[in-house]
């Protein structure tokens, strides 16, 4: 990690910085727990409480009629699935190491390496995650059948570069308001529980919701990612383009923001009052 020749070219630097953010994205697995089973087995039980949850309380209010025609599991976890992925890549991003943390005394190590680090490991977390339940419930209860399955990783990976995304604008106001961005990204977090729509089916909600939701990106990517799985539906009040060119200009944004916060950070910001 830390050499004393500096390789030539860009070549050479390109598979410096691709190291670095390799050990730094282990590292950031590792601070979530000190054994990666135990680590994930967590996050899991998370996502499978959540299904679950989600399962009865569809089942206790009769709604199960107004999803999908197809597996209702399946639905339920196409949801779950993306606003998990969506979520925990904020708040990685949000919590990664700031300009003043400590690990910026390494030489070789800088905001953008803990940025993509933090938002690498939540992908990998969450992409484990889901390839383990899906595994258990196709083995254990029913075969999981995906009508475009290269379609719906697209919108997983879309869901986690929007979050990546958000995050980077909160990562950027946080040195100057702290206590205003945690109170924003967790009120942003809680909201998406109904905002994301992922309890609803957006082709059979009439006009005057779909203005509550269109704005957000994780509504659009859940959307299309039904439209994917799903053999038989076909999206109409959603697109790919919005939160993709939503994501690029809130990063380049954050980019921006983060650069000019860096240079202005201060080790005071950490002080205790």
């Known amino acids: 990690m830390f050499q ?6 860009s070549t050479g630097s390109a598979l410096r910085l691709g190291q670095l953010i390799y050990h730094a994205t ?3 697995l ?5 054994n990666a089973l135990i680590g994930l087995l967590m996050n899991m039980m998370q996502t499978v409480v ?3 949850a989600f399962f009865v309380m569809f089942s206790v209010m009769g709604w199960r009629g107004a999803a999908l025609r197809g597996d209702f599991l399946l639905y339920i976890m196409s949801g779950i699935f993306l ?3 969506h979520t925990k890549a904020m708040g990685a991003v949000v919590n990664s190491e700031g300009p003043s943390s400590a690990m910026m005394k390494h030489a070789p190590m800088n905001t953008i390496i803990a940025i993509s680090a933090a938002a690498f490991g939540a992908l990998y977390i969450q992409l484990l995650t889901m390839l383990v339940v899906l595994g258990i419930y196709h083995l254990a209860i029913t075969p999981v059948v995906v009508d475009k399955p290269v379609g719906a990783m697209g919108m997983v990976l879309l869901s986690w570069f929007s979050g990546v995304a958000i995050g980077m604008v909160f990562l950027a106001i946080k040195p100057w308001f702290p206590g205003f961005v945690q109170v924003v990204s967790n009120v942003y977090s809680r909201a998406n529980m109904i905002a994301s729509g992922k309890m609803f089916v957006a082709n059979q909600m009439p006009g005057f919701m779909l203005a509550f939701f269109t704005w957000n990106p994780l509504f659009h990517t859940i959307d299309q990612c039904r439209g994917y799985v799903f053999i038989n539906y076909n999206p109409h ?7 993709f060119w939503l994501s690029v200009a809130l990063i380049f944004i954050g980019l921006m923001g983060e650069h000019y916060t860096r240079k202005n950070a201060s080790l005071s910001w950490q002080a205790k009052r």
């Open 50 to 52: 959540f299904v679950m």
């Open 26 to 28: 282990v590292r950031s």
């Open 83 to 85: 606003f998990m992925t």
């Open 237 to 243: 009040h959603s697109n790919i383009s919005y939160p």
């Open 4 to 9: 004393v020749s500096k390789p030539n070219g």
């Open 30 to 34: 590792r601070k979530t727990h000190g």
